[in-house]
């Protein structure tokens, strides 16, 4: 238990769905994040919130929409995905810019299929 | 950030140190060198970071070299539950938004 819930665990869509990825922190951070891990590849970088703002989008296509309403809880909007985007979607949170400790805590990912 | 690299996997017997090796040759004096491991379809774990001394924890020992272009972290005594990928980050402290992972290294551990 790292202290970072995603849900739900496993999401089976279609292409012309709308669903959403929830993540909640109970840790007291600041920054919160979405990687994408397809198979056999590294982990992407995706989005990045510090203090409910977006610091970064590494130039994801727009069929992803992150949401960020407070410094716990951060979503992930998919609609009109494509097969290709079939991955385990991780979130992570850390303290931030606030002090050194700064190491990242990851939630267990949704493993998503789109079919 | 600096770039890193690793083998790309190990081997270890369960019960021996294992040694894993990263090369961050254009370190610069502000960043740290993080260790993380992701076992099987779980999430990433952090394990150790550090700037220039030696730091050890309840998970493992990591070595910087003098001259911080290169590490290695150490699992003192490697079990089957150790089996995972390892990955080596360099990032500022401050600028942890910027964690990007390479390939890591997969340490498998047997028997």
């Known amino acids: 238990e790292t202290g970072v819930t995603q849900t739900p665990r496993h999401l089976v869509m279609g292409m012309t769905n709308k669903k959403s990825l929830k993540c909640e922190q109970h840790?007291?951070?600041?920054?919160m994040y979405w990687y994408k891990q397809s198979a056999k590849k590294p982990l992407e970088l995706m989005f990045v919130?510090?203090?409910?703002?977006?610091?970064e989008n590494n130039s994801v296509p727009s069929r992803f929409s992150p949401e960020c309403p407070n410094s716990s809880h951060l979503f992930l909007h998919l609609h009109t995905l494509q097969p290709e985007d079939s991955a385990l979607y991780l979130c992570a949170s850390s303290q931030g810019i606030a002090g050194p400790n700064t190491e990242a805590f990851f939630g267990q990912g949704t493993r998503l299929t789109v079919v | 950030d600096a770039k890193t690299t690793q083998p790309t996997s190990m081997d270890c017997a369960e019960g021996r140190a294992a040694n894993l090796p990263c090369n961050h040759s254009?370190?610069?004096?502000?960043?740290?060198v993080y260790w993380y491991r992701q076992i099987h379809s779980q999430g990433p774990q952090y394990i150790i970071h550090g700037l220039k001394n030696n730091e050890t924890n309840e998970m493992a020992s990591l070595i910087i070299t003098e001259d911080r272009k290169s590490s290695t972290l150490i699992l003192p005594h490697a079990t089957l539950r150790d089996t995972a990928v390892y990955y080596c980050i360099v990032s500022r402290w401050d600028n942890t938004d910027k964690l990007i992972f390479g390939t890591g290294t997969r340490l498998q551990v047997f028997p």
């Open positions: 919130y510090n203090f409910k703002e977006q610091t």
């Open positions: 840790l007291g951070h600041n920054a």
């Open positions: 254009t370190i610069s004096g502000n960043e740290y």
